[in-house]
């Protein structure tokens, strides 16, 4: 049973959102449809759908609405699909597709696989990425069980899946730290030679690039932490994989390997 929640504020027009429907129909995975609103929120939806044991339930919209939905979903035994509309690129890489069209034929092959999402210590959950929300360069400092490390960052991204890869190791964040000077990228390399996960770094752009189940992030003011450019949590903060999975139906061709 499919319950789908429709943000039919995405759709070009009242036709583009029946054209959807009926295409699920052809499909054979029609199901009930339900529209988030201020009397019932996104979330509520979830909810409603987990306590009347829907096997599947699906977000059709933007990345608000798909990462609102997941983060939901972790832990239960219900099934996620999405049908990304005016989302971003990462959306629509996951899916494998640039048309509403691609990801619907996925949820038909209903591949399920178990991933883990990115956590934040509030108990916020990102499905693909979060940024720290940094407008000029700004001294941080990032620890890894224990490990420190310091840097003058113009940029870190913490990415949960990086949907251009085949393989996503799950278990992991990917961190992508540019730091302002080409010393300061230096030190975080030859430091985490040191950890579990192995770090590559561009001297020239002043970038690192690294693998951890968590870390933990500080800065000498409160800075945030954004999804989709909405806030959702402010430093000093603690990002880790979920300890929960979420069962995410992908594109046939995509893996997501666990191997520690």
């Known amino acids: 049973m499919y319950y789908y929640i429709f943000d ?37 939806l979830v909810r409603d759908a987990i306590q009347r044991n829907f096997s ?15 983060s939901e979903l972790v832990g239960a035994k219900t099934a996620f699909g999405m049908i990304p509309l005016n989302a971003s690129t990462e959306i ?7 048309d509403w069209h691609s990801a619907a034929k ?15 210590e509030n108990g916020q959950h990102f499905l693909i990425s979060t ?9 941080i400092t990032l620890e890894f069980d224990g490990f420190i490390a310091q840097a003058r ?20 964040l990917d961190i992508l730290l540019i730091s302002e000077s080409e010393r300061e990228a230096r030190p975080i390399s030859r430091l985490l030679k040191y950890l579990e996960i192995s ?15 968590r870390l933990r992030v500080f800065s000498h003011k409160n800075l945030n932490f954004i999804i989709n450019k909405e806030d959702v ?13 979420l069962r995410l139906i992908v594109h046939r061709d995509t893996r997501f390997d666990r191997k520690s």
């Open 106 to 120: 996925n949820l038909r092959f209903r591949k399920i696989d178990e991933v883990r999402l990115g956590r934040f």
């Open 199 to 213: 770090a590559q770094s561009n001297d020239v752009l002043n970038t690192s690039r690294f693998k951890a189940p």
């Open 8 to 44: 039919i504020r995405q759709c070009k027009n009242k036709a583009h959102s029946e054209r959807i429907k009926d295409y699920l129909a052809e499909l054979g995975i029609s199901g009930e449809y339900v529209f988030p609103s201020q009397v019932r929120t996104s979330k509520e």
């Open 56 to 70: 599947t339930v699906v977000a059709i919209g933007n990345d608000a609405l798909i990462n609102t939905v997941a």
């Open 131 to 139: 940024e720290l929300k940094i407008t000029h360069p700004v001294n």
């Open 233 to 245: 949590a402010t430093t000093p903060q603690l990002i880790e994989s979920s300890p929960e999975i």
């Open 153 to 172: 960052a113009k940029k870190l991204l913490i990415r949960n899946i990086n949907p251009t890869a085949k393989d996503n190791r799950n278990n992991l």
């Open 92 to 98: 629509n890489n996951l899916v494998n597709g640039s």
